[in-house]
């Protein structure tokens, strides 16, 4: 598979004055994750992920066809995945996913047996690997599922399409590709770091003016000091490490395999 350079989180915040608060009538309130209120997509060289059509994105009557929703989720979840992705994975345990046919043959597997939740669970538990390099957007119609592995120095991404009709709703609505590791690492770590400065901001304002919208609530104090936490654990995550046990996987696929 060729090699690619060009991999980007990509965002954009909501003005806080067109942000909704969360709750009703006396409890409405903001907060950091709600104050992330924005868009995010994925620029990689097959196309933008999570970029809706034209047609959806007039059908749905939005202002950008890439997906609204709270940044703090994509930011959330790529801190989870991280590490799991910047692990190496033995090369042939990788060939597994590869090209998907290990599924295509798990699956078949499966069917072909009367106590087919016995050996799902043998699948689920061979390629747990897997799904902790894994990322979902399930709170999306039809959000794709996200997958990062690393073998040597590439890291591979692809994501696959969930539900009916996945071409009506995505521009790109799956896709494979590989990106060195060190491209990778850097582009969720720009994507992590803009996300806090970019909040700093805000907070910095909101801090310096108070909060001035009397329609909602929100915790300055408890504001700041989340901030701060979160700056922390980004850096707290260069020190984190995934250390899979390769051999039980291995042991785990070898004796599902001989029964393909």
């Keep these: 598979m060729y090699r690619y350079t060009h991999m980007r989180f990509c965002f954009e915040l909501d003005a806080i004055e067109a942000i909704e608060p969360w709750g009703e009538n006396e409890d409405r309130n903001l907060h950091w994750f709600g104050l992330t209120s924005g868009r995010y997509w994925i620029s990689t060289p097959l196309g933008e992920a999570l970029r809706y059509t034209d047609e959806q994105t007039k059908r749905w009557g939005l202002p950008s066809p890439h997906v609204d929703y709270q940044v703090a989720r994509l930011f959330e979840d790529l801190q989870l995945v991280l590490p799991a992705a910047l692990e190496p994975v033995p ?41 902790n390099r894994s990322l979902d957007t399930m709170y999306l119609t039809n959000g794709p599922l996200f997958h ?90 260069k020190e984190r490490q995934s250390e899979t046990n390769w051999e039980s996987v291995r042991r785990l696929l070898e004796r599902i395999s001989m029964e393909f």
């Design 91 to 131: 090369s042939d345990i990788a060939a597994c996913v590869a090209d998907g046919n290990w599924f295509a043959q798990a699956e078949k597997w499966i069917d072909s047996c009367e106590n087919t939740e016995e050996r799902r669970n043998q699948c689920l538990a061979a390629m747990d690997w897997y799904q």
């Design 148 to 237: 990062f592995w690393r073998t040597g120095d590439d890291v591979s991404v692809r994501w696959e399409p969930t539900g009916k009709s996945p071409e009506g709703v995505w521009s790109t609505p799956e896709g494979q590709f590989t990106v060195g590791e060190e491209q990778f690492r850097s582009a969720v770590y720009m994507f992590l770091d803009d996300v806090l400065r970019a909040m700093q901001e805000r907070i910095d304002a909101i801090h310096a003016n108070g909060w001035q919208h009397i329609d909602c609530k929100l915790d300055i104090p408890l504001l700041l000091n989340e901030q701060r936490k979160r700056a922390a654990r980004v850096d707290d995550l």
